[in-house]
């Protein structure tokens, strides 16, 4: 696609797929880097008939791997609760007592820097990019290495998958 149609698409369309996401994130810097991949997809085909329908369509498939990610991220963060109370009859979130307990526990458990790994997923929510960046590495190193952990965590304390 040319540069400049890109940036003409972009120009026009740009302030109703923020609207999109902004309408159904709360997190306004999220619903922008939402926004933004929309425009990244296209940069890979050509351009689009029908602008609305297509930014749209994107915008869904988009939101919708978004939340499926957050959703197993957010599986990954009760895993880890859990981890803390092992308790079946156990059903509300743990007190802070508990919380801190099992941190200190899985903080014993974990180097330093697998520690940290988890803190920054899980406790200041850095995406996976914004880490490996931090870390020097690839995306990929630093998605298996969070994978590492928790299957660690979850032998350590004995939960199914």
Request: glycine residues 4%; contains cysteine.
């Amino acid at each position: 696609m040319h540069p400049r149609t890109h940036g003409k698409l972009y120009r026009e369309h740009y302030p109703w797929v923020s609207r999109y996401f902004g309408q159904r994130l709360t997190d306004r810097q999220e619903a922008d880097d939402l926004a933004q991949q929309v425009f990244e997809e296209l940069t890979h085909g050509s351009t689009p008939e029908n602008p609305r329908a297509y930014f749209r369509a994107v915008a869904r498939n988009v939101l919708a791997r978004h939340l499926h990610r957050k959703e197993k991220e957010l599986r990954v963060l009760r895993e880890l609760f859990q981890l803390a109370v092992p308790d079946p009859l156990y059903v509300e979130g743990p007190s802070e007592t508990e919380h801190e307990d099992a941190l200190k526990d899985i903080a014993a458990a974990l180097s330093p820097e697998r520690m940290d790994l988890l803190k920054w997923r899980y406790l200041e929510e850095l995406s996976i990019e914004e880490i490996a960046v931090r870390l020097g590495c690839s995306e990929p190193a630093v998605h298996k290495r969070l994978q590492r952990i928790i299957q660690f965590l979850r032998r350590r304390y004995h939960v199914d998958e």
